[in-house]
């Protein structure tokens, strides 16, 4: 279970001035729950994730993973980038295995584990390629076998797709479920895009203009395993999209009047 | 506030702890040939006040200035045109691959069979010395400008003259100077040699003939002087760099110089 | 960029060279420039394949290198050391940054009387100042590149577990490679060129001295062979880089 408490996030900028972008987070995230974080950019979901990471102190509050706070960036959360940051000096398998290896796992087994992830997601035979000869959705791929590969149990994932091509974008979303359907891990999942945070998540988590407030949490029930083409015709989806897509609007124009 | 009057005075505190370190080393090793820094300075004002020393020494800065301008004027338009046009660039590197790592200040001795021991001499050397960084930072910068920047410059009607002054020059200009840079401290370095070689007038000269008589107190006190003439110049040029190109991102204080 | 169009660039840049060449031969050949100021080139390069058999100019050669391989070992063991530190540690940044923005921009040979007199006139002071001299474009673009390295690829090792003392050379310097690697082809270049300068300011032996020494009794053919053999010298090492490069960048994109 992750819990964020009471979290607020000031960045001091350039000009010496404070700038607030979170402002008072407070959200429980269930083990095994896929959750998305929508909001306009700027709004501080990145911020959110990196809190949750472990890659930045909040200046108040607290975020926990299992109850303990979160200290520092660890092996049980694991960070999939919306630019890859994958090693240019590494091939694809030496990406994958890299976790592993950090873990200690001995070289051959980690050599066979991560060829079966990369099969997984789709890039048998790209094994020795290094990531300049992938193109954008193999390189997505790469990155989320690369942090697969050390089984977080938690995934951090910040518009991981937000890249890409509207078509590669459906494929890796459909893979993407078929993996939580399958081994059901903890998703924080940031995106901008309504639909696909509707077709994705059990919870998705509405954010206001900056600085970032929760403006509300919507319950999306709809049946597992979702497949797209029903989906899209499925009234039920449908209103989830309206409705949030009304909120998002709302919150624009909290945003313009001061 | 402290931090910040700190961050000011750095360079300064670090001169005067290169010195007290000059000092200390001195006093340990205590050889004649190794006065302290203290008894170097004090021979500057000596050098300073001496009319002929200052003769010599501005009509070294005076050759370099001109060399350095005219390398200007000559490099900044090749290296862009290098930069724009492959037939160019591959028609020029090659040339400049192999004259790189050519000491330009060990040419003197030829040149000077040429053109004498004259100011001519010197001049063409520092300005040979110059040239090549600078041509070389420009078709780098050249190189690395956007092509839809050139693109809406002739949507807009610029004609490829037009577009070299108005787009690819100013887009270029941080990587320039950043030559421009480089190339006044090689400048420096190439004077302070070919007067050396040359043996005739100038900086290089009264530092290398202090060497040859033993006067090691100038020997030091012209170290000093050549060093804080490469300091000022080099404050100085990123002071005016810093304020032409304000709008590119805050890149390096310390200088990329070399030889 | 297929192979044909990489001929023909090649083909270009080798006609303002043999276009220089053939200048050169006209002025002497015409008679426009006395063989004791412009030997023809022809003269030249006789002279210099004849020299390059003699074991004289063999230990010449070697003098030069060894100088030149010392000093730019050094410069890059503490460029490289000097510049990963002070990126990623703040008290080593604050006290390197002032220290490097005063003694970067000073004109090297001006230390090299000091050099002399402190270290003598053997291989130590020629080396000192190679080092000097190379030292700070390797130190700066190592700086550069190890301070340029990407926060996420950071964060990515850390997440998979790597611990912050390993960060250093798990990530940071294989990220700064590039970088590292074009201080290092800027400071062999100079090294090419001071080792050169040292050897005509003082030395015994090596291709500056060659070079005085021929100055000293007007023997132009003499003056030309160690030049060029410093510029054929130059263009084997940055070539030796060049590959050296290709091999450990590539996996990065082209630059
Ligand atoms: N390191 C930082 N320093 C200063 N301000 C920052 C920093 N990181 C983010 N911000 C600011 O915090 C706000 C939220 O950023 P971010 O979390 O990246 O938003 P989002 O991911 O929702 O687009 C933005 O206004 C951004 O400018
Ligand atoms: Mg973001």
């Given at each position: ?35 998305s974080i929508l909001g306009p950019s700027g709004c501080g979901k990145s911020t959110l994730l990196y ?28 960070p999939v980038f919306q630019e890859f940051a994958l ?48 193109s954008g959705g193999m390189k997505q791929r790469v990155a989320l076998?690369?942090t ?7 995934l951090l994932m910040d518009e991981p797709f937000g890249a890409l091509d509207a078509h590669t974008r459906t494929r890796l979303q459909n893979d993407l ?10 998703v924080l999942f940031v995106t901008h895009s309504v639909d696909e945070a509707v077709f994705l998540s059990?919870?998705v988590?509405?954010m ?40 998002i ?10 | ?259 | ?151 996420k ?103």
């Open positions: 279970m992750i819990e964020i408490d009471h979290v607020s996030q000031i960045f001091r900028t350039s000009g010496r001035q404070a700038h607030l972008a979170l402002s008072d987070i407070s959200l429980t995230i269930e083990d095994g729950a896929f959750v809190i949750v990471g472990g890659f930045v102190s909040p200046t108040e509050g607290v975020a926990r993973v299992k109850g303990r706070a979160i200290t520092g960036p660890g092996p049980d959360r694991g090693f240019p000096w590494k091939t694809v398998l030496g990406n994958v295995m890299y976790g592993p290896r950090q873990q200690g796992v001995k070289a051959a087994e980690a050599d066979a584990q991560s060829r079966r992830l990369i099969e997984m997601v789709g890039l048998k035979g790209f094994e020795n390629f290094y990531p300049k000869e992938l076998a690369r697969l590969a050390y089984h977080p149990a938690v479920l078929n993996i939580w359907e399958r081994d059901r891990k903890t059990d919870k988590v509405v206001t203009r900056a600085p970032g407030r929760i403006k509300q949490i919507v319950d999306i029930e709809l049946p597992r395993p979702r497949r797209r083409a029903e989906l899209l015709l499925d009234p039920r989806y449908q209103k989830y999209v309206v409705e949030i897509e009304r909120m609007d709302d919150t624009s124009e909290d945003g313009l009047r001061p | 506030m402290m931090a910040r009057v700190l961050s000011r005075l750095a360079p300064l505190l670090a001169c005067l702890g290169l010195l007290a370190i000059w000092q200390a080393g001195s006093l340990m090793l205590n050889t004649e040939s190794f006065p302290t820094a203290i008894e170097a300075v004090r021979a500057v004002p000596s050098i300073l006040g001496d009319r002929e020393s200052v003769i010599n020494i501005l009509d070294s800065l005076r050759r370099m200035a001109i060399a350095f301008a005219a390398a200007l004027l000559f490099a900044i338009p090749l290296g862009l045109m290098m930069g724009r046009s492959r037939l160019v660039a591959s028609f020029f590197n090659p040339l400049l691959m192999i004259t790189y790592p050519v000491p330009k200040a060990a040419l003197m001795p030829i040149i000077m069979l040429w053109l004498g021991v004259g100011d001519l001499a010197k001049m063409l050397v520092i300005f040979l010395g110059v040239s090549l960084p600078v041509i070389y930072h420009s078709f780098q910068g050249a190189k690395a400008v956007e092509e839809k920047m050139l693109w809406s410059g002739a949507a807009m009607g610029l004609s490829a003259p037009q577009r070299m002054i108005r787009i690819v020059l100013p887009a270029a200009l941080p990587e320039i100077l950043t030559g421009c840079r480089t190339g006044l401290v090689l400048a420096l370095i190439t004077m302070v040699t070919s007067e050396m070689i040359a043996r005739q007038s100038g900086a290089g000269n009264i530092l290398f003939n202090a060497l040859d008589m033993g006067q090691y107190d100038t020997v030091y006190a012209m170290i000093i002087i050549i060093g804080a003439m490469g300091i000022g110049l080099d404050a100085a040029f990123e002071k005016l760099r810093s304020r032409l190109v304000r709008w590119s991102e805050p890149g390096f204080d310390i200088p990329l110089s070399f030889a | 960029m297929n192979a044909r169009a990489l001929t023909s660039e090649v083909l270009l840049g080798i006609i303002p060279i043999a276009l220089a060449v053939a200048l050169w031969q006209a002025i002497s050949s015409f008679g426009y420039a006395p063989v004791t100021l412009l030997p023809p080139p022809g003269l030249v390069f006789s002279r210099l394949a004849q020299q390059l058999g003699t074991s004289n100019f063999q230990h010449e050669i070697a003098s030069t290198l060894f100088r030149l391989f010392a000093g730019f070992s050094i410069a890059v063991i503490l460029g490289v050391g000097i510049g990963l530190a002070a990126a990623t540690n703040p008290v080593v940044n604050a006290v390197v940054r002032p220290i490097v923005r005063v003694l970067a921009p000073l004109p090297k040979v001006a230390l090299y009387p000091a050099l002399l007199l402190l270290l003598g006139f053997g291989h130590e002071s020629k080396i000192t100042l190679v080092a000097a001299d190379a030292l700070f474009p390797i130190l700066l673009s190592t700086y550069y590149g190890a301070s340029m390295v990407e926060q690829l950071i964060w990515s090792a850390m997440a998979a577990g790597t611990p912050r003392r390993q960060i250093l050379f798990k990530v940071v310097l294989p990220a700064a490679v590039p970088s590292i690697l074009t201080g290092c082809r800027i400071g062999l270049v100079i090294s090419c060129i001071v080792v050169f300068l040292a050897e005509m300011i003082s030395s015994t032996d090596g291709l500056g001295h060659m070079l005085v020494t021929a100055a000293r009794t007007f023997q132009a053919v003499d003056m030309f062979v160690p030049l060029i053999t410093i510029s054929l010298l130059g263009l084997i090492l940055n070539g030796l880089l060049q590959g050296l490069r290709s091999y450990l960048l590539r996996g990065f994109p082209e630059v």
